[in-house]
T-cell receptor, first 115, second 109 residues
Framework: NAGVTQTPKFRILKIGQSMTLQCTQD?????MYWYRQDPGMGLKLIYY???????DKGEVPNGYNVSRSTTEDFPLRLELAAPSQTSVYFC??????????????FGNGTRLTVT | RKEVEQDPGPFNVPEGATVAFNCTYS??????FFWYRQDCRKEPKLLMS???SGNEDGRFTAQLNRASQYISLLIRDSKLSDSATYLC??????????FGTGTKLQVIP
């Protein structure tokens, strides 16, 4: 049981380049999330999805896009990379939203540097 | 004011010591609370849920005080392996999940 799998683990982008961060989960969770974590800051929600075909903006969605064509996959797209997007990105999933019986399960993270 | 606030630390404690962290939250609509543990350069992992009645898991005790809007985590008999950053998390509804910035704990031999 792999849980939440993210790829790549590391990536360096030049300003203006595009890339997709991949996230897949094999727990049949309905909810999936993308967070970014900057040094000394809490995790900030970028986008989330409550099920296949449904996505919604989180706290810091600008510069990102997502899709949820299947229950398992929730890719995050950066269209025009900017230095401000240098961060560690975490994908997470939960069964029915986040509650006492439905904690967040995180992937290992993607360390992205934009120069 | 941040919705969830924590003392960033670091808390440097000797092995065997008892250490307590507090976390305050500003939105009284927050319904569920958790403590997550994050090791250096790793993903957060659920440590325990927090209930008003208090809950204990081995050496760890969590408590929620809704009247004062704070959450606490007590670690007894600290081990070197407890060294990590502890994240306080508040949840409103199912999607509004707010993480604190974390409290760093360093257990010293």
């Amino acid at each position: 049981n792999a849980g939440v799998t993210q790829t790549p683990k590391f990536r360096i982008l030049k300003i203006g380049q595009s890339m997709t961060l991949q996230c897949t989960q094999d727990m049949n969770h309905n909810y999936m999330y993308w967070y970014r974590q900057d040094p000394g800051m809490g995790l900030k929600l970028i986008y989330y999805s409550v099920g296949a075909g449904i996505t919604d903006k989180g706290e810091v969605p600008n510069g990102y896009n997502v899709s949820r064509s299947t229950t398992e996959d929730f890719p995050l797209r950066l269209e025009l990379a900017a230095p401000s997007q240098t961060s560690v990105y975490f994908c997470a999933s939960s069964l029915i939203g986040t509650g006492a019986d439905s904690p967040l399960h995180f992937g290992n993270g993607t360390r992205l540097t934009v120069t | 004011r941040k919705e969830v606030e924590q003392d960033p630390g670091p808390f440097n404690v000797p092995e065997g010591a008892t250490v307590a962290f507090n976390c305050t939250y500003s939105n009284s609509a927050s319904q569920s609370f958790f403590w997550y543990r994050q090791d250096c350069r790793k993903e957060p992992k659920l440590l325990m849920s927090v209930y008003s009645s208090g809950n204990e898991d081995g050496r760890f005790t969590a408590q929620l005080n809704r009247a004062s809007q704070y959450i606490s985590l007590l670690i007894r008999d600290s081990k070197l392996s407890d060294s990590a950053t502890y994240l306080c998390v508040g949840v409103r509804g199912y999607q509004k999940v707010t993480f604190g910035t974390g409290t760093k704990l360093q257990v010293i031999p």
